[in-house]
């Protein structure tokens, strides 16, 4: 069974400064992939990683994923306050399709 | 950009009773799926739905649940008898890159 482990959980961080969350996870899969959740609202898909060594970005986010360590992380560059909202990180089961899901990284960003 | 959508985006019941969830996923997508969340706790998967059938569902999806695609577009989920820890958000998710709908927020009182 898939397992997912999130860290850290809850991050506050200061506008400009740089910070990374990391998704470790237990067995093989697929793909991964980052989404955005704001308060009361649904999950914004911000990005799939295909493969090991991928790597995209978006603005001051970047997402990458080494499958050989089960690892992705999500590398937040220069924060502004816009981007307070919790992450989660969701690898996708070889076996089934489903996503499993991370317990989420609450971000707060403090003008 | 097409768009998954979902109603009603506020449910309200008593215990006890059934609720149909609806939700429209995008057009040409084959596989669907069912998440919830229950309020600040992580998302967890319910069922997946792939060519009119049923073709993984978890723990959480036992009797009292049951998904259909009555008509060809929309994508239903059904809870027989509620129970207080059924309230949660209910998100529908479609396609092969799951895209997900806005959900469907379930209160039971």
């Known amino acids: 069974e898939l397992k997912v482990e999130q860290n850290p959980l809850f991050l506050s961080m200061q506008e400009g400064k740089n910070y990374t969350i990391y998704c470790n996870y237990s067995t093989t899969s697929d793909r991964l992939y980052w989404y955005r959740q704001d308060p009361g609202k649904s999950l914004e898909s911000l990005f799939v990683l295909l493969s090991n060594g991928a790597v995209k ?14 690892l992705s992380t999500l590398h937040i ?15 996708r ?8 899901w991370g317990a989420g990284t609450k971000l707060i960003i403090k003008p | 950009e097409p768009e998954v959508t979902q109603t009603p985006s506020h449910q309200v019941t008593q215990m006890g009773q059934e609720v149909i969830l ?9 596989y669907f799926y069912w998440y919830r969340q229950i309020l600040g706790q992580k998302v967890e998967f319910l069922v997946s739905f792939y060519n009119n059938e049923i073709s993984e569902k978890s723990e959480i999806f036992d009797d009292q649940f049951s998904v259909e695609r009555p008509d060809g577009s929309n994508f239903t989920l059904k809870i027989r008898s509620t129970k207080l820890e059924d309230s949660a958000m209910y998100f529908c998710a479609s396609g092969y890159e799951q895209y997900f709908g806005p959900g469907t927020r379930l209160t039971v009182t």
């Open chain 1, 93 to 100: 089961e070889d076996s089934n399709y489903q996503l499993i």
């Open chain 1, 57 to 70: 970005q978006e603005g001051r986010l970047m997402a990458s994923l080494d499958t050989k360590a089960r």
């Open chain 2, 22 to 30: 609806r939700c429209v996923p995008i057009s040409n997508h084959l």
């Open chain 1, 77 to 91: 560059t220069a924060a502004v306050h816009d981007l307070s909202a919790t992450y989660f990180c969701a690898p």
